[in-house]
């Protein structure tokens, strides 16, 4: 009788996650492009879970989704699949959460319109199909501001510390958090706040202690990276005021949003500092980091659902009439359905690039005799070999400097040699002319010392292969 009594309480938050689940189907057994991070964090999770003899590893990386998806390795499971799959029913518990927090902070009505929002939020809805870390991240931040709204102090530390050893960024939400209670005059909260978000964090610190004799060395050289990586600070860079944008492209709907931070405003509530703070900070330290991607914006946009969920919600309240009200609830799950899977059909490589996919696959299967080098992480996700990075931390004239004098001193060593132009693993920063220099002294080198084993060509990326 509970379980009834609960399911018709809950109706429409499990109508919302039936449709959700149904749509991501629809498309999950279709051809999905591996990433670059997806490529490193699948890599990383063979290193870690084979002491180092398999994958790769990039120490500027956090380790918590490496570690949960390698899981699937070390049961000689297929780990794409299977982060795929976890990356499903941790979209759906995204959706509850945003559901539980809306009733919480705002209303039963705005739960409902905020978590259809993010359900169906078209990066989001993209991002659901790739291995990358924003959806865990975001998931553990509602986790975090949930315990919060509860009082549970010590469990709101502990999903805050797991959101940032899975997204550095994420960490944004400390301070949030911290804000929030001081905001409040919770100062005995602070306590086992504080002690719920050390003990993950000090575990983190230890393990880079042992393993590179610095402990917040990982986050500064993150940092530096972060602000010198070619990708989002020059090839795509973005101004500060492209997330504003973004908000609006992933559904029209989020103006709504406005209305609700209005309505906030004005109550003046202090249990609704938490979802303003929430919004704010995290909006404006994206916006001030020089390197900005719309991914970033999955952090704070359940944010955004939940006030544009109280600003329709509220507007909704004037319908007394229950069939409008269903109506308006249609209206919504129609439309932000159609922006969701339009800007997945959008961006999404419905078919493979025959050229990368080879490039990527040649490894499987083949014993290479000596080292594995390469300018792209992907190719790790189908070898268990270990690969040691062309590009990392940053491909430029000293990089690309000791790798031609490494392949100078030690080509005896090196078994096969990935090179592609595709990635962005081997571009060199502009105006940097010893770097393209030393490029064309590897291909050189290559071409004496290997044989050219795979050549191909898609547009304008090519991928080359050398081996003994």
């Given at each position: ?5 609960h ?34 964090y699948?890599?990383m ?6 002491a ?14 490496p ?24 979209s759906?518990i ?16 705005a ?5 259809i ?23 553990l931040?509602l ?23 899975m ?36 575990a ?18 993150a ?12 090839l ?5 005021w492209q ?11 989020n ?41 970033y ?34 209206v ?8 969701g899977?339009?800007?997945y059909?959008?961006?999404e ?34 070898t ?7 590009y990392?931390?940053?491909y430029e004239?000293?990089s ?9 001193a ?49 547009g ?9």
């Amino acid at each position: 009788m509970n379980v009834l009594n609960h399911l018709k309480k809950h109706q429409e938050l499990y109508a919302v996650l039936a449709i959700a689940l149904l749509a991501r189907l629809l498309y999950f057994f279709d051809f999905h492009e591996i990433w670059w991070d997806s490529g490193v964090y699948l890599g990383m999770a063979k290193y870690l879970w084979s002491a180092g003899s398999a994958g790769l590893w990039e120490h500027i990386r956090p380790v918590l989704w490496p570690l949960l998806i390698g899981v699937a390795w070390w049961l000689k499971l297929n780990m794409v699949w299977f982060a795929r799959v976890f990356e499903l029913v941790i979209s759906m518990i995204s959706i509850a959460l945003v559901y539980a927090l809306g009733r919480k902070l705002f209303s039963q009505r705005a739960a409902v319109i905020a978590s259809i929002l993010w359900a169906f939020s078209a990066i989001g809805f993209y991002l659901s199909f790739h291995e990358y870390t924003e959806l865990p991240a975001v998931t553990l931040v509602l986790a975090a501001l949930l315990a919060f709204t509860d009082e549970r102090w010590a469990w709101a530390g502990v999903f805050a510390s797991l959101a940032f050893l899975m997204k550095f960024p994420a960490g944004i939400f400390v301070p949030v958090l911290v804000i929030a209670l001081l905001a409040q005059k919770r100062w005995r909260a602070l306590l086992p706040f504080g002690i719920g978000f050390a003990v993950p964090t000090a575990a983190f610190l230890v393990f880079n202690q042992l393993m590179y004799g610095t402990a917040f060395g990982p986050l500064i050289d993150a940092h530096a990276s972060i602000l010198s990586v070619l990708g989002c600070n020059v090839l795509r860079y973005q101004p500060w005021w492209q997330y504003v944008v973004w908000i609006f492209t992933d559904n029209l709907l989020n103006v709504a949003a406005i209305g609700g931070i209005a309505l906030v405003v004005a109550r003046g509530k202090k249990q609704q500092v938490l979802p303003v703070l929430a919004l704010v900070i995290p909006a404006v330290y994206f916006m001030q980091m020089h390197c900005r991607e719309y991914r970033y914006l999955v952090l704070f946009l359940p944010m955004v659902s939940l006030f544009a969920g109280a600003g329709i919600a509220a507007a909704g309240d004037w319908l007394n009439r229950k069939r409008l009200w269903t109506a308006v609830v249609l209206v919504v799950v129609a439309a932000s359905v159609f922006q969701g899977v339009l800007f997945y059909q959008g961006n999404e490589r419905l078919t493979p690039d025959l050229a990368a996919e080879q490039y990527d696959h040649w490894l499987g299967g083949r014993h290479i005799d000596g080292e594995i080098w390469s300018s792209n992480p992907v190719v790790s996700v189908y070898t268990d070999a270990p690969v040691q990075k062309i590009y990392y931390p940053l491909y430029e004239q000293g990089s690309a400097t000791d790798f031609t004098n490494y392949l100078r001193a030690h080509a005896g060593r090196v078994g096969a040699v990935l090179l592609d132009n595709c990635g962005g693993g081997i571009i060199c920063p502009q105006g940097d002319v010893h770097c393209a220099e030393q490029l064309n002294a590897t291909r050189s080198i290559l071409n004496q010392n290997f044989k050219q084993v795979f050549f191909a060509q898609s547009g304008n990326c090519w991928y080359s292969i050398y081996a003994h």
